[in-house]
């Protein structure tokens, strides 16, 4: 497992005035989306990207590792947790992977 990998991040990202809450839900979301990037992706690269409007804040973390099969995958608390966490800011959460 990668866990001590160093990884390249590039960010383009800008975070609008959020309440106390939900910008704690934000930083453990991206905080257990960088982990498994680090212990399972084998990347080398890593990039956090927002896009930002009135009504949404769509968050997007993007490396170069090996991919995954989604339909093979058995979420995780990882997972999980993220998936709880989007839900209640309210959200949704998209994995896509190759």
């Known amino acids: 497992v990668g866990q001590n990998?160093?990884?390249?991040?590039?960010?383009?990202a800008q975070f609008p005035r959020l309440s106390i809450a939900s910008q704690y839900q934000l930083y453990c979301?991206?905080?257990?989306?960088?982990?498994?990037?680090?212990?399972?992706?084998?990347?080398?690269?890593?990039?956090?990207?927002?896009?930002v409007t009135s009504e949404i804040v769509k968050i997007v973390l993007?490396?170069?590792?090996?991919?995954?099969?989604?339909a093979q995958v058995k979420p995780g608390f990882g997972l999980q947790g993220m998936q709880e966490r989007v839900q209640s800011l309210p959200g949704a959460l998209t994995i896509q992977s190759t």
């Open 5 to 12: 990998r160093s990884l390249q991040i590039t960010t383009e």
């Open 29 to 51: 979301i991206l905080r257990e989306g960088f982990t498994n990037i680090q212990k399972h992706a084998n990347a080398s690269h890593v990039k956090l990207s927002t896009q």
């Open 62 to 70: 993007t490396d170069d590792g090996q991919g995954f099969d989604l």
